[in-house]
């Protein structure tokens, strides 16, 4: 009980501390998508006008992941540059896809059920799913003290 309370106190209290950096990991994400999508240095045009931008899910990942007790400092940053480096490829793929395609200005429904399949998994599911697999040692051992403390 101590370790997920532990947890969910450490959840609020990063979270509130992150709200402040939100606008600067917001832009500092969708500037590196650009640059990535681009090829070269983007302008603040280019950068306003990426409409696929995962910075709100890896804010939701990063807290996940730094609240998680018990976890070594290296094994959160290599969470945090693999989760980075997943949000930004999957991003990356959805711009290179769905750009090209609205030019053409045909949407047709199965073009649009996979793009928002893909939204769902890329964007909803990542965050949980990555943290779920970096942290699961964590998470069991939250469990498991739990079941113990009340005799399963």
């Not at 509130?16 to 939100?22: E, G, M, N, S």
């Not at 997943?86 to 053409?104: E, G, N, Q, R, Y």
């Not at 928002?116 to 003290?145: D, N, S, T």
């Amino acid at each position: 009980m101590k370790k997920l309370l532990l947890f969910l106190v450490r959840l609020l209290v990063i979270s509130l501390l992150f709200i402040p950096a939100l606008p600067s990991l917001h832009y500092s994400y969708k500037f590196a998508l650009a640059l990535i999508t681009t090829g070269g240095m983007p302008t603040s045009a280019v950068v306003d006008a990426l409409n696929f931008d995962a910075a709100g899910n890896l804010y939701t990942f990063l807290v996940l992941l730094l609240a998680i007790p018990g976890m070594e400092i290296r094994k959160r940053a290599l969470g945090v540059a693999i989760g980075i480096t997943l949000f930004l490829c999957a991003d990356s793929f959805m711009t290179a896809i769905w750009m090209p395609h609205l030019k053409v200005h045909r949407q047709t429904i199965v073009y649009m059920a996979v793009t928002y399949g893909w939204i769902v998994v890329a964007h909803y599911l990542l965050p949980f799913l990555l943290w779920i697999v970096l942290a699961y040692r964590q998470i069991e051992e939250m469990c498991k003290r739990e079941m113990i403390a009340e005799g399963r």
